[in-house]
């Protein structure tokens, strides 16, 4: 990510040789990096006397040589000017000449030729220390090999090493070549990526708008491809020839070889929730608190304690996957030498040694003596069936206080355990319970093979939080948290502090200690009331319901949240209580939100006879995920009654996700094909259309879907209508398909697949603008001829007859553009589903023209 270049004698220039090295009877490629001279372009804001022009000059024995933001809610920012178009090559970051809590921990790079349009050059950080640090900047261009020319240059501070504190910049230097013989040649190159994109723009609106001329001459002319030949074969077969058969089997031989699976890796999940019924009679009973880890490889899921409304348990029990049933391994693991009954407690399961670890447990006040507050920490050997206490108190070996709804994650191959956050009971808790500030406890690693703890990240009010050379953190209760064992990262979100939720994603290296908030940049970790879990938003909300777990192959975390509010959790028959699952993509950085349930007591009553479809809001609930396959469990829970507080559960739940398949939008593609073909035969045709609806449209209809066929019954109102006007309102409508096929909406919301009114509006003023060719040009009875070749239509003038005679009002011109631009619709929508190096470009030459 970042790498500091040599220090060199000259204060001006460095020199870097090719990769190849110097030889003495070869051509040196040479390539002179100097400093680059810039300005203070914009801000975002500075305090008082840090302004931003400190920056131009490397003081580091001056604390007032920097600029320092007013506030570190973003976004803050620089925006520097060169004095002409460089290529930018390394930033150097200078600093103070002691380590400063106002350094910039993490930060951003953007630059570009346009202020409105800049890349991501740099994403990096910054040591806590007095010796300045210089990066790589990316200065190739998205084709692999062209130089990206810069002219603005903008950083970005996302977090400085003390969390609280403003960002602060000492020194800019900017490295690379500004002179214009060299960067006359990298802009050469520059822009002639730029007029290609040109010409592509051009070459879409050419032919969405039927300037068939236009189109062929600018392509001989310049010689540039809109396409790939297969996507533009797919064009000349719908929106040409009208050939929509050839156009039903060109995509589903597209599918066949794959060219939608990014397209579909990107949809949302469908999920299916399974009420598990494991065989015997004996299994765990009703609880909360409880916990679940999973061994993968073995296909068993153990579990262990919590509380059954009247008492802490001790009982470890085994879920055999395969076999579908519960065993119990102890029904009192205190005489065993194992733990005493307990909730609230962690457990993690080391696919290594097969061990499962387990820390800490909640205690009533009145039992929070000096005997009784120990933080036990314990062993239990799965293939030896023993239990093992291999610290009775870990507070006294530098590892956690007694501590309860914490969490814990484990570094299988480090063999590294991570414990992070929780309540601290102390013995001053049962005479100051009223008066004494909550403790929370800070990140602390467990090193398995020393048996050896070591304290990370201390709580933010922790005394010693203030000292330069300690970090610190925003401790916290009910949160979640997981760990990559690939990108070697913990990831912390949510929780409560005192009574006050916490909206922070937090994502920290265990490697390099790098502690970066993920959401600092959204709406919703400014306003902490904008995130609610029943609302619009685009996260899940911050309770002390969440449940996380992570796929490393898939790069996602998961996250369960259910009972989202105080008063939910004192009645569950609120009707604000609901389950909701959301999706975190680790290479897009965004939430998706699966799907939100809100809990009906009316409809939950009526399934009492029956199955229900899915668990009821809880809290206290267990949640784990088994990665080989693919598949989350969920076991009890407390549902919050108020008339019944002691009440808790012991139903078994298997949560599946699935992205969707290929035949689902094979079947899609088709019915969207069909439906077009069927109403360009019902503006001549009505006999035909009906027996082309009822045996082809039909028969790729889920006519046990209300909704579907709902919208099939629409599409057969159109062999009754006449009116042009009508007939576009029906036909335009957007097709509900597979809202339910698919489980999600995302086809709706987002416009990839479905033809909108507001679409077809935009398109049709547009054709009604341009000047109609005369009624018998020949230009027109060239194109009519090939326009309904194979549509359901055996030729122009019978077509165009028998609609003017079945009403339509629209002239002979109005009536083949129109047809043109549905095609184009259609062809618009089918190409999204395919890799984007192979279709014209997403943007349209009118989105930068603004009247």
């Known amino acids: 990510m970042a790498s500091s270049i040599p220090k060199t004698t000259s204060p001006v220039k460095h020199r870097v040789n090719n990769q190849h090295g110097v030889a003495a009877n070869k051509s040196i490629n040479l390539e002179e990096i100097e400093i680059l001279p810039y300005e203070i372009y914009r801000f975002s804001s500075f305090s008082t006397n840090y302004v931003p022009e400190n920056i131009l000059v490397d003081c580091p024995s001056d604390q007032s040589s920097r600029w320092s933001a007013h506030t570190n809610n973003p976004p803050q920012y620089l925006t520097l000017k060169l004095r002409r178009p460089s290529i930018v090559r390394k930033i150097k970051f200078g600093k103070f000449e002691k380590s400063h809590v106002c350094n910039i921990k993490k930060f951003r790079v953007y630059g570009g030729l346009n202020e409105e349009f800049m890349p991501l050059l740099l994403e990096g950080g910054l040591k806590n220390d007095n010796v300045p640090e210089t990066f790589n900047l990316r200065c190739i261009a998205e084709d692999g090999y062209s130089k990206l020319p810069v002219l603005y240059l903008k950083i970005v501070p996302l977090l400085s090493w003390g969390p609280t504190f403003n960002y602060s910049i000492w020194y800019i230097e900017l490295l690379g070549q500004d002179d214009p013989m060299y960067t006359n040649s990298c802009m050469k190159e520059y822009n002639k990526l730029r007029e290609v994109e040109i010409v592509r723009l051009c070459l879409k609106h050419f032919r969405q708008q039927g300037y068939d001329v236009a189109f062929k001459a600018l392509q001989e002319e310049t010689q540039v491809h809109l396409e790939h030949p297969h996507v533009s074969e797919l064009h000349e077969r719908l929106v040409v020839n009208g050939d929509f058969d050839k156009a039903e089997e060109f995509m589903s031989n597209c599918i066949d070889e794959g060219l939608v699976d990014a397209y579909l890796s990107r949809q949302d999940y469908k999920h299916i929730w399974r009420l598990q019924q494991a065989q015997g009679q004996t299994q765990p009973g009703n609880r909360g608190g409880h916990q679940l880890v999973v061994d993968a490889e073995k296909r068993l899921i153990y579990l262990y304690g919590g509380w059954d409304g009247f008492q802490d348990l001790s009982d470890l029990w085994v879920f055999e996957i395969t076999a579908n049933c519960w065993t119990q391994l102890c029904a009192h693991s205190e005489q065993m030498n194992g733990p005493t009954p307990r909730s609230c407690h962690k457990m993690i399961f080391d696919p290594v040694s097969k061990n499962i670890f387990m820390l800490g447990r909640y205690l009533d006040n009145s039992i929070r003596t000096k005997e009784y507050i120990k933080s036990d920490f314990y062993l239990y050997d799965t293939r030896a069936g023993t239990w093992l206490q291999i610290c009775d108190d870990t507070s006294q070996v530098s590892g956690p206080q007694l501590v309860y709804d914490h969490q814990m994650c484990i570094d299988a191959e480090k063999r590294m355990i991570y414990v992070f956050g929780g309540k601290v009971l102390t013995p001053r808790s049962v005479s100051a319970c009223t008066s004494s500030e909550t403790e929370y406890s800070g990140l602390f690693s467990y090193h398995i093979a020393t048996n050896t703890w070591t304290q990370i990240l201390v709580d933010c009010h922790h005394p010693s939080a203030s000292l330069p050379d300690v970090m610190s953190v925003k401790s916290r209760i009910t949160h979640c948290m997981v760990f990559h064992n690939k990108k070697r990262k913990l990831y912390i979100y949510g929780g409560q502090r005192v009574k006050t939720d916490i909206h922070e994603f937090i994502c920290y290296d265990v490697d390099t200690q790098v502690l970066e908030i993920l959401n600092k940049n959204d709406n919703n970790y400014n306003n902490h009331s904008a995130s609610m879990c029943n609302d619009g938003t685009n996260e899940p909300s911050p309770t002390y319901t969440l449940r996380a777990t ?54 939950m009553a009526n399934l009492r006879a029956n199955v229900p479809l899915e668990p009821c809001p809880r809290y206290a609930h267990q949640f784990v995920y088994d990665e080989v396959e693919k598949l989350h469990y969920l076991f009890g829970g407390n549902p919050g009654r108020s008339a019944s507080p002691q009440l808790r559960l012991d139903d078994f739940w298997i949560l599946s996700l699935e992205k969707p398949k290929r035949s689902e939008i094979l079947n899609h593609c088709r019915f969207l094909i069909r439906k077009l073909k069927y109403e360009e035969m019902a503006r001549s045709d009505t006999y035909q259309a009906m027996q082309y609806l009822r045996k082809h449209v039909g028969e790729i209809v889920d006519h046990n879907n209300k909704e579907q066929q709902q919208h099939f019954h629409k599409l057969a109102s159109l062999l009754f209508r006449t009116d042009d006007n009508n007939f576009s309102e029906c036909a335009m409508e957007r097709p509900r398909l597979l809202t339910t096929s698919f489980g999600t909406d995302k086809f709706e919301t987002t416009s990839d697949l479905m033809l909108t009114d507001e679409d077809a509006c935009s398109k049709s003023e547009d054709n009604s603008d341009r000047t109609q060719p005369p009624e018998d040009s020949s230009m027109e009875s060239s194109e009519s001829s090939s326009v309904f070749h194979s549509s359901g239509i055996s030729d122009l003038a019978s077509s165009y007859t028998a609609y003017r005679k079945s009403g339509g009002k629209l002239t002979r011109n109005e009536f083949i553009y129109e047809l043109r631009t549905r095609r184009d619709f259609l062809f618009n929508k089918l190409v999204k589903l395919m890799p984007s190096n192979m279709v014209q470009p997403e943007r349209n030459l009118s989105d930068f023209v603004i009247m």
């Open 550 to 603: 992570i796929d490393c192959e898939r790069d996602e975390i998961y996250v369960f949240s259910s009972l989202c509010k105080s008063k939910d959790r004192r009645d569950i028959q609120h009707v604000e209580a609901s389950n909701s699952f959301w999706v975190y993509s680790l290479d897009s950085r965004k939430w998706s939100r699966i799907y939100t349930c809100h809990y009906n007591p009316a409809e």
